[in-house]
């Protein structure tokens, strides 16, 4: 992991940036994931995107009510 910057509808976000290498039988899956657990609520997820069997997944945070 390494400090990193992203942007998603929610604004711009400071925050860890985490890549994941995943083998399989099928052979290797990278997921990349942004997160700030201090500032967000349920994991610090602000931004994901991965492969999947039906193409490319981005998931990115759009609100959230702090605790």
């Given at each position: ?11 711009t976000f400071?925050c860890?940036y985490v ?5 399989t039988?099928q ?7 942004w ?7 349920i994991?610090?997820?602000?931004k994901?995107a991965?492969?999947?069997?039906i193409?490319?997944v981005?998931?990115?945070l759009?609100d959230?009510?702090?605790?």
């Amino acid at each position: 992991s390494k400090p990193d910057t992203v942007t998603v509808p929610k604004g711009t976000f400071e925050c860890s940036y985490v890549k994941i290498r995943q083998k399989t039988d099928q052979g290797t899956t990278d997921t990349e994931l942004w997160v700030n657990p201090e500032l967000v609520p349920i994991m610090g997820l602000i931004k994901m995107a991965s492969e999947s069997q039906i193409g490319p997944v981005t998931i990115e945070l759009t609100d959230f009510k702090a605790l």
